[in-house]
Nanobody
Framework: VQLQAFGGGLVQTGDSLRLSCQAS????????IAWFRQAPGKDREFVATIRVSGSRTYYADSVKGRFTISRDNAKNTVYLQMNSLKPEDTAVYYC??????????????????WGQGTQVTVSS
């Protein structure tokens, strides 16, 4: 699976952005898709994931209630709608594809395929 993330940008506190993760190659619908992010000087952290069917979604506590992940298997695309953005959301956002078990969805080592990342900057 080849992944391409896009949609980042520079916004102000409280604004919204929608990131997209476009996939090609292997059967997209066979994979769970996750978003991770990495801020300068920090480890990469889990943001959200959507399971194969799209019926189950999981979020990091820091984004729960503000971010929404969804997928359109017909378009081979996963979206991350980010609302009420905060300066602490500033990071490079990566999408990843894999088949982790439920207890490991937060673990970036469980994902085999990664997009190139898109920068999100939230100014205060």
């Amino acid at each position: 699976v080849q992944l391409q993330a896009f949609g980042g940008g520079l916004v102000q506190t409280g604004d919204s952005l929608r990131l997209s993760c476009q996939a090609s190659g292997r059967t997209f619908s066979d994979y769970g898709i996750a978003w991770f992010r990495q801020a300068p000087g920090k480890d990469r952290e889990f943001v959200a994931t959507i399971r194969v069917s799209g019926s189950r979604t999981y979020y990091a506590d820091s984004v729960k209630g503000r971010f929404t992940i969804s997928r359109d298997n017909a378009k081979n695309t996963v979206y991350l709608q980010m609302n009420s953005l905060k300066p602490e959301d500033t990071a490079v956002y990566y999408c990843a594809a894999g088949k982790p078990i439920l207890s490991s969805i937060w673990n970036d080592k469980m994902y085999n395929y990664w997009g190139q990342g898109t920068q999100v900057t939230v100014s205060s």
